[in-house]
């Protein structure tokens, strides 16, 4: 199609990613390319950002109470402790992010894991695969969330679990329509007429196949992980103070909202921008795998 | 018809038991179960608690609870509540109006907002309010809802005062004018992301419609680009919607869940945390099944009216 930008190159060189025709497109996204930076700059700051700091996240200055943004060394003001918004912000941005992305990683697991046997075996196990699936759906998470981490001493671990069991569904319906669809293809013939197991064409011949559409899911499924996790947080159900996260450090701060409206507005700027940022990168991902948007 | 319309029955049935299963599973299971908030009394011996879950029948094997359980829920006895003893029916139908006025008022918003910004993006389309409408709806979909709300209450009932910040009505003032009032923040703020959603999924649905041969017929006999638009795009990019409407429910309630607490609006959002709070454990279950009963009727709803509007849909 566009050959002149892509030059034929010797066919047993392995094709450079740098080259690629996926990439390009997804470069040409402008808000995915902000999302990725936007990402970077949060994970740098928030792995760096503690230590760069005059303050420690837990030390407690009373003198200090309801400083607002850049008093002093405090440049998103202190809390109603006294403590420094900026510390907290950074630290709490780690549990988030990595709350996140692990709920991410066990949810897409689960999810593709689910949907891969529901789609290559099909049949009566497969429709009741589905149908847990759609009961799941039926909840409004926040309500199932919020039972589970009611019920369940919560600590990051637990919490990561529990999002992740309400969040795997989408990954499940996207896996089973994508390998309902490759299972009666050739290739997979192929590879049962060679005596390969069941398990094996799963994951071997199937999954890569799949792999793109899972991607992107995966992808918008850290932005619905953090959004949820700062939910029930904020709720009083996520993570436990001492311990900050984006989400409990809007717990208490409705009730200084006309007093100091920075505990409010600094913690969901970082949400939104964090969960925005995941979204634009879920949304160029989706239209750099799919090559027919090529041209477009 | 009437064979569709058994089976779509009889699909929904099926999931109200997998949907009860997973409740009563998710609650049994968690450590602490329903006998929780009794621990936490002073002076509860061991015999105690024992006697206590012989009382209420918790010793039995879990598939026996089960049976029971659903068998009373069936019969309308969704038990009483831990904390003052009313039946849970009851106490969801007195918080229910408030839900059901929040989530209505914002459906109807976030719609009639969602399908005009849909319909003018594919007709505008890669125009400056394409572009822009669509980048603001993706920010709002990574919106944190609580927060928006916070930040809403920031500015118009602190900083500007024209709204107030929370509550149904003013004690002693119930009037109709009253409750539309209080109605416009949270409404708006619970609408925000259903807006983003159906701006989103209806500017598909028009840009399928728009390219059909039908609409190039109707424009060919000299119709009035308006009388087009209206008449046969809208019409039909319209029907995939409703079947969204349905789907959207769960996330309309969760919402509502949010927007209930930083409005402090008395629905049932607002009782599922005061009960998860007491650990009223009829409450939350009651809850729990009465919300995903909601979703199964209203996808159950979505999908007859679609039969009905839509002739081309096969019955099978």
């Not at chain 2, 598909?204 to 419609?209: E, G, R």
């Not at chain 2, 000299?222 to 969204?244: C, D, F, S, W």
């Not at chain 2, 007859?304 to 019955?315: A, E, F, K, N, S």
Request: charged share 15%; glycine share 8%.
């Amino acid at each position: 199609m566009s050959s002149a930008i892509y030059p034929a190159t010797d066919l047993g060189a392995p094709p450079r990613w740098w080259r690629s025709r996926t990439l390009a497109r997804f470069m040409r996204n402008r808000l995915a390319v902000v999302g990725v930076v936007m990402i970077t700059l949060m994970v740098l700051a928030c792995a760096f950002g503690p230590s760069l700091l005059p303050y420690d996240e837990l030390f407690i200055d009373l003198r200090a109470r309801f400083a607002p943004p850049l008093t002093g060394y405090h440049i998103f003001g202190t809390d109603p402790l006294g403590r420094d918004i900026a510390a907290r912000l950074f630290n709490a941005g780690r549990i988030s992010l990595m709350v996140g992305f692990f709920a991410m990683l066990m949810s897409t697991a689960l999810g593709t894991l689910i949907g891969i046997i529901a789609g290559y075996r099909g049949g009566l196990l497969g429709s009741v695969l589905m149908r847990v699936v759609d009961a799941f759906l039926s909840f409004p998470s926040i309500f199932l969330l919020l039972a589970l981490a009611a019920f369940i001493k919560p600590s990051p671990f637990m919490i990561t679990v529990i999002i992740a069991l309400t969040s795997w569904m989408e990954v499940a319906r996207i896996v089973n329509a994508e390998i309902s669809s490759l299972r009666e293809r050739d290739f997979v013939l192929a590879a049962r007429s060679l005596g390969y197991r069941s398990s094996t064409i799963m994951i071997k011949e199937l999954l890569p196949n799949a792999i793109g559409p899972i991607i992107v899911a995966a992808t918008l499924t850290v932005a619905r992980a953090i959004l949820l996790e700062a939910y029930v947080s904020f709720l009083g159900y996520g993570i436990q103070p001492p311990l900050p996260s984006w989400g409990n450090m809007l717990n208490g701060a409705q009730q200084y909202l006309d007093k100091a409206p920075w505990l409010a507005i600094v913690p969901g700027v970082a949400i939104t921008l964090a969960v925005s940022s995941f979204n634009f990168i879920g949304d160029g991902l989706r239209d750099a795998l799919d090559a027919r948007s090529d041209g477009n | 018809m009437l064979h569709y319309l058994l089976n779509r029955l009889g699909q929904s049935l099926i999931l109200l038991l997998l949907v009860s299963m997973i409740g009563f599973a998710v609650l049994n299971l968690a450590p602490g179960g329903p006998l929780s908030q009794f621990a936490l009394t002073p002076g509860m011996t061991r015999e105690a608690m024992d006697r206590i879950a012989h009382q209420m029948g918790l010793d039995r094997p879990l598939p026996i609870q089960y049976l029971d359980w659903i068998w009373r829920l069936l019969q309308g006895d969704w038990g009483k509540s831990y904390r003052d003893q009313q039946p849970v029916l009851q106490i969801i139908g007195s918080h229910l109006f408030a839900t059901l006025l929040l989530m209505g008022t914002s459906m109807v918003i976030s719609i009639s907002l969602g399908t005009w910004i849909g319909i003018r993006s594919a007709t505008k389309r890669h125009s400056l309010f394409d572009y822009s409408t669509s980048v603001a709806a993706m920010v709002a979909l990574s919106i944190p809802t609580f927060w928006f709300g916070m930040v809403a209450i920031y500015v118009f009932a602190l900083k500007l005062k024209w709204l107030p910040a929370g509550s149904m009505y003013t004690i002693g003032n119930a009037s109709i004018s009253d409750y539309a009032i209080h109605l416009i923040m949270p409404s708006l703020v619970l609408a925000l992301v259903d807006i983003a959603v159906w701006s989103r999924y209806m500017r598909s649905s028009t840009l399928d419609v728009i390219n059909q041969d039908f609409i190039r017929t109707a424009r060919a006999k000299g119709l009035t680009e308006r009388t087009v638009l209206m008449k046969h795009v809208v019409r039909n990019a319209m029907i995939p919607m409703i079947t969204l409407a349905g789907l959207q429910l769960p996330t309309i309630l969760g919402g509502a869940l949010v927007t209930e607490t930083v409005f402090t609006w008395p629905g049932m959002g607002r009782l599922f945390l005061d009960s998860l709070g007491y650990h009223d454990y009829p409450v939350v279950m009651g809850l729990l099944m009465f919300s995903a009963i909601l979703v199964l009727a209203g996808s159950l709803v979505a999908d007859i009216v679609v039969t009905i509007v839509d002739p081309r849909v096969r019955l099978g």
